[in-house]
């Protein structure tokens, strides 16, 4: 069975940035679109970013367009890396790595789920 395993997250300053990376694994090939969701204390979960299986393809929250850059590894599709720059007190919440068949349907109704991974800004 498939895992997707989140790594990355972290305690950090305003104004600074963290890499988080997501990893299928038990999968050698993916055929899937990849992206984020990020749930804050109190609120519900909300989406991030997905990019499509060619990398070719890359949807933003509004809330982080010009901040975060969502990238797939050319040698291994099965693997994500969400760079987050000028990191926010608001950004502060747990970010879950997530597969769907396409970005559109990533967005809405993600198929799978990682167990998730801390980013805490402080003020």
């Known amino acids: 069975q498939v895992q997707l395993v989140e790594s990355g997250g972290g305690l950090v300053q305003a104004g600074g940035s963290l890499r988080l990376s997501c990893a299928a694994s038990?999968?050698?090939?993916?055929?899937?679109?990849m992206g984020w969701f990020r749930q804050a204390p109190g609120k519900e979960r909300e989406f991030v970013a997905s990019?499509?299986?060619?990398?070719?393809?890359?949807?933003y929250a509004d809330s982080v367009k010009g901040r975060f850059t969502l990238s797939r590894d050319n040698a291994k599709n099965t693997v994500v890396y969400l760079q987050m720059n000028s990191l926010k007190p608001e950004d502060t919440a747990v970010y879950y790595c997530?597969?769907?068949?396409?970005?559109?349907?990533?967005?809405?109704?993600?198929?799978?789920w990682g167990q998730g991974t801390q980013v805490t800004v402080s003020s």
């Open positions: 038990g999968r050698t090939f993916s055929r899937y679109a």
């Open positions: 990019i499509s299986l060619s990398g070719g393809v890359t949807v």
């Open positions: 997530v597969e769907g068949i396409n970005t559109d349907q990533l967005r809405h109704n993600p198929d799978s």
